[in-house]
């Protein structure tokens, strides 16, 4: 129950809480950490067009492939070198130095784009890095700002900024490339990464003290440096670690789901392009507006999730509950695929999947990390987030190029091979819900005097 009375609201707190359940006083940070993830997605997205022009330019469909496989040996060399980062630093500076790096490799890779070297694959496995290693950041940054009462309520809509930011920036990039070409769309992009330093600043600062989670000291003095400090930290932890399961199962079911997508947009498209009277539609004609259209659906769907209904459902059935939703779309999809393996289907549980992935599951995974002491939050997500997500891509390649080689696996047993996943996602969700709920219902929700350690 909010004690705060309505008088006490300002204006842009009664438009917010048309949106989530605000505290008096939260208005500020909230729009700051909001702003924030919209402007750190709108950056990405700027650059993806930028990585698959240079890369596919360069090295093609199959480097690209390797590439992917890359940013995972480099994470597991990068995580060691956070974990000696993080000591001695304030969140606000880690932040602050993380997220200007970042920004000044782009003016690194302008400088070399413009003297012809060829960067695609370098810069291609950098930004699959960075997309990881920034998010995982953020959202450590937010789940030490606020205790775990307020990130419930304030996460679902500090989320729908990344949602909105990919929305817009992957529109805005049609317009600017245009007009500032591929290298000054690294420019603009690292502009943008160094507003997102100013508006962390301010979100820090703005936070009210009965919101507020730990403060704001020197991180990680009294741990003992260690090369694989991240990895021990996740490896001795068993609420980490089933969090870790539930990070691998998700991306390995998703991308595969995505092979399977793309195996039935082709063989859609081959049949459009044989009914077309015209005979002016090509293949990769249909296959830009199949994919466009996949992915409206799936944007405005997610947007719609994380301003109307997170709140709700975490109100509902608890966040607890709403780590479930996932898992029992992809069992209930990919089983509907495995007997009806036709485009129209393989399509909506797609869309279904990926939507609710990208608001339901996204917000709630980060709302895990809550409760947990503030080195678990940094380095423990961290590496979570970045090395164990890339590690999902190439144990998804495996579980294809197994299927296909050895097994001749079709559409149905993909779908049948993501049945058998999703099953073990749910039982690995319900672990984390009775691990998470040990530690948050019974002694309060205060995260400073009551993480999971």
Not at 212 to 228: C, F, H, P, W, Y
Request: charged letters at 15%; aromatic letters at 12%; one cysteine or more.
């Amino acid at each position: 129950m909010n004690t705060s009375s309505n008088s006490q609201y300002s204006a842009y707190e009664r438009v917010l809480s048309l949106f989530a359940k605000i505290h008096a006083g939260e208005g500020r940070s909230v729009i700051f950490l909001f702003l924030n993830s919209f402007f750190l997605l709108f950056a990405y997205y700027l650059l993806k067009p930028v990585r698959e022009a240079l890369v596919l330019a360069e090295g093609g469909a199959e480097v690209r492939s390797y590439a992917v496989a890359a940013q995972a040996i480099l994470l597991l060399l990068a995580i060691p070198l956070y974990g000696l980062l993080f000591r001695g630093k304030r969140r606000l500076e880690l932040l602050r130095v993380i997220t200007l790096f970042f920004a000044s490799n782009l003016l690194v890779f302008c400088v070399l784009g413009l003297l012809h070297v060829n960067i695609g694959i370098p810069f291609f496995i950098w930004l699959g890095i960075l997309s990881v290693t920034l998010v995982a950041q953020f959202w450590a940054f937010a789940a030490d700002l606020y205790n775990v009462e307020a990130g419930h309520r304030l996460f679902a809509l500090i989320a729908a900024g990344s949602t909105l930011g990919a929305l817009v920036g992957s529109e805005v990039t049609k317009l600017l490339l245009a007009y500032f070409g591929t290298y000054g769309m690294m420019l603009v992009a690292a502009a943008v990464m160094a507003l997102t330093v100013v508006l962390s600043d301010h979100a820090n600062r703005s936070v009210p003290e009965q919101s507020r989670g730990a403060k704001d000291e020197v991180m990680g003095l009294d741990t003992q440096a260690s090369i694989l400090q991240g990895f021990s930290i996740v490896a001795k932890d068993r609420y980490l670690l089933l969090i870790t399961a539930f990070v691998l199962l998700l991306n390995c079911i998703n991308s595969t789901g995505e092979f399977i997508l793309a195996k039935v947009v082709i063989e859609r498209a081959e049949a459009l392009v044989l009914a077309d009277a015209t005979q002016h539609l090509t293949k990769s004609a249909a296959i830009g507006t199949l994919y466009g259209d996949f992915y409206f659906w799936v944007n405005l769907i997610t947007l719609f999730l994380q301003l109307f209904m997170v709140r709700r459902i975490w109100q509902l059935i608890g966040i607890r509950g709403a780590l479930l939703i996932s898992p029992f779309i992809a069992f209930v999809g990919y089983g509907l695929v495995a007997l009806v393996p036709v485009f129209a289907i393989v399509r909506w549980v797609k869309i279904a999947e990926n939507s609710s992935d990208y608001s339901i599951q996204s917000t709630t995974r980060h709302a895990l990390f809550l409760p947990v002491s503030r080195v678990k939050k940094y380095q423990g997500k961290t590496c979570i987030d970045t090395f164990f997500w890339r590690l999902g891509d190439l144990i998804q390649a495996l579980v294809v190029y197994v299927g296909l080689n050895v097994f001749d696996f079709g559409i149905k047993h993909f779908a049948l091979v993501n049945c058998v996943l999703s099953a073990l996602w749910i039982i690995v969700a319900v672990q984390i819900d009775l691990m998470y709920r040990r530690h948050t219902l019974p002694r309060g929700a205060d995260t400073e005097h009551d993480p999971i350690e």
